[in-house]
């Protein structure tokens, strides 16, 4: 009888003891009893015959988790303190079963992609660094240097994997793949049907996908001989997961580089400081279509101002085409009385809950509890409602009533809810079907609008004035990507609302001294330079979270490697009807966090390493 260790796909326990009568190797997924259920698990070890009597291993598939991926699982279990089998979950393993016609589908192909001089230039500079950093403005070619990386790949028999946030997936960056490398390109993401998804699984099991491109998910699939990861846009929060394990798909990027031996290219047109800073970059400025923007700045807060309007109108007259930049999703975010002051929250988390003019609702985006819109003040009993805080939905609203013949659409998740949706979308645009597009942060995302003349950008004050040490990166970083979006081909102008007209002016076309600047702000108190860890506690009873809270502070501040930031509730105090509180850690080194939770740890403890929410 053999005697294995096993992890439990998907689950928080640790390693469990089964047996088998036939000897099985590492890294291979099998099915087992647990409390009556049959679950997956990997096996991780043999191990002796325990003094407890261990029940029979049921199936062994011919699927696998190679040497690679069970490191690279630890890795993620020890430093975003999630379990083995949490971790092994991201993971789709390798088929025993695979079809070997890898020889066929190698074929070298002679490149058509010409680069300027310059890209030139960045590209054998990437090619010399094992993570080097592409520092490319918008529209200035930093695709064309990804392809070309592909390109050297599939003449070594290599393959890639190239990330991209979600909502960068877009119907052109696939069609531009596809046009040049046909089917050796394989999309991944969450909207995928089943099928689709098979048919993508097929074509990396056989070897004939020489480059994945998707969302951080793609990163975990089974790629045989890895020779490159590319992760464009590598300072988008999105490569950060919200739930456990809290990874950051950029820096297991950068990690699976040293794991695997292979080159890592981060590409960004505002990258974040950490990447500046830690790696060696080129640096590609202008658009690749030359072209002129003039930025406009008005002194207000944000709204549809006459200003506002009397620019979309010129826009309107000229036949030109416009986008407006909004970061609040739905019509407004909170509900107030005017006359008591209250704020209308959701009942299950202290937060206000946004109107939905569409289906008459309140929702709150933290649980996704729903009612209807009340007609009086639920404290007062006054009917005087207003809201603050203005969005797409109503944005498209007010500008529809006052240019009855303009063609206005919302281009947000609430509106654009399919990959169908985002193609006929864009494709409107682009076919000038569309004369003002109102949109969040997915307006600003990896979309070529080669008409646009006008970007209007509002709310970016609420931006900057967030309770975050990156605010400042973020906001300016989301100016400089949606007014990227427009003069692609011709002449534009940008106007801005924000009563901090001198910080963007300074920075605007100069990246790089904001990135300097910012070193000074952060040194001896945030990342690069310093180690931020957060430890969330919630349970529906706040005395119990708050005492767990107090435990592991009591144990944290013994230990003189690390600082306690600080600690108590958390910002929203309540979500999904659970009481939360907060520990916020500093250290000069993450062994130094790790070390100290580990030791602390209590049970209701959610460790967020590296955490980019404050709330």
């Known amino acids: 009888m053999h005697y294995f260790t096993i992890s439990l796909l998907n689950s928080p326990l640790e390693l469990l003891t089964y047996k088998s009568k036939v000897d099985i190797e590492v890294g291979t997924k099998v099915s087992i009893h647990v409390r009556n259920r049959i679950v997956n698990g990997v096996i991780i070890s043999t191990c002796e015959k325990p003094s407890f009597e261990c029940l029979e291993i049921l199936e062994v598939f011919s699927f696998f988790y190679s040497t690679k991926q069970l490191e690279l699982a630890k890795f993620i279990s020890a430093y975003y303190f999630c379990s083995l089998g949490e971790a092994l979950g991201l993971m789709v393993p390798f088929g025993g079963d695979e079809i070997q016609n890898q020889a066929s589908h190698d074929k070298v192909m002679e490149s058509k992609i010409t680069l300027s001089d310059r890209q030139n230039e960045a590209f054998e500079f990437l090619k010399q660094h094992k993570v080097s950093l592409l520092f490319g403005d918008t529209g200035s070619g930093k695709t064309e240097i990804y392809m070309r990386c592909f390109e050297e790949m599939i003449k070594q028999k290599k393959r890639s994997i190239f990330l991209m946030p979600e909502i960068s997936l877009t119907p052109q960056m696939s069609k531009r793949l596809k046009a040049h490398f046909g089917d050796s390109v394989v999309m991944w993401h969450s909207k995928l049907t089943p099928s689709q998804k098979k048919k993508a699984l097929a074509s990396i099991y056989n070897g004939s996908a020489k480059i994945v491109a998707g969302p951080r998910s793609a990163l975990f699939l089974p790629v045989k001989d890895l020779g490159l990861i590319v992760v464009d846009e590598e300072h988008d929060d999105s490569y950060k997961s919200s739930s456990r394990p809290r990874y950051n798909a950029r820096d297991i990027a950068i990690y699976m580089g040293k794991l695997y031996d292979i080159g890592v290219v981060l590409g960004s047109a505002t990258p974040s400081l950490n990447s500046y800073v830690k790696f060696p970059h080129v640096r590609l400025k202008g658009g690749y ?18 200003l506002v309007m009397d620019y979309l109108k010129q826009s309107l007259e000229r036949k030109e085409q416009a986008i407006l930049f909004l970061p609040t999703r739905a019509n407004f975010k909170y509900l107030i009385c005017t006359d008591c002051g209250h704020t209308h929250k959701c009942i299950f988390c202290s937060v206000g809950m946004s109107i939905h003019q569409k289906t008459r609702s309140l929702k709150c985006h933290y649980c996704n509890f729903a009612q209807a819109i009340p007609q009086k003040c639920v404290e007062c009993g006054s009917p005087n409602l207003t809201s603050s805080r203005l969005g797409t939905a109503e944005a498209v609203k007010n500008i529809r009533e006052e240019f009855e013949s303009a063609r206005v659409e919302q281009f947000d998740r609430d509106a654009i809810t399919t990959a169908n949706k985002l193609r006929a979308a864009l494709k409107s645009f682009n076919d000038r079907e569309i004369d003002i597009l109102v949109g969040t942060q997915m307006i600003s995302k990896g979309h070529d609008y080669h008409g646009v003349t006008l970007a209007v950008v509002l709310g970016m004050d609420n931006m900057l004035n967030m309770s ?40 605007i076309d100069r990246y ?36 767990a809270m107090n435990e592991m502070l009591g144990c944290l501040q013994k230990n003189s490697t690390l600082n306690v930031v600080g600690f108590g509730k958390c910002a929203i105090e309540r979500v999904s009807d659970k009481y939360r509180f907060e520990i916020l850690l500093r250290a000069d080194k993450s062994t130094d966090i790790i070390k100290a939770i580990s030791a602390c740890r209590v049970d209701l403890a959610e460790v967020d390493m590296d955490p980019i929410e404050f709330g």
């Open 289 to 306: 279509f030359s072209s002129q923007k003039e930025f406009v700045y008005e002194r207000s807060i944000e709204n549809l101002s006459p």
């Open 468 to 507: 975050d040490y990156k605010a400042r990166e973020k906001a300016l970083s989301t100016l400089i990507q949606v007014a990227g979006r427009s003069g692609r081909k011709e002449s534009a102008k940008v106007l801005v609302q924000s009563f901090n007209e001198d910080f963007f002016k300074a920075y």
């Open 512 to 547: 790089e001294d904001f990135l300097e600047d910012e070193k000074e702000y952060r040194k001896e108190l945030y990342p690069p330079y310093k180690k931020l860890c957060r430890v969330l506690f919630s349970h529906k009873n706040g005395i119990k979270a708050q005492d």
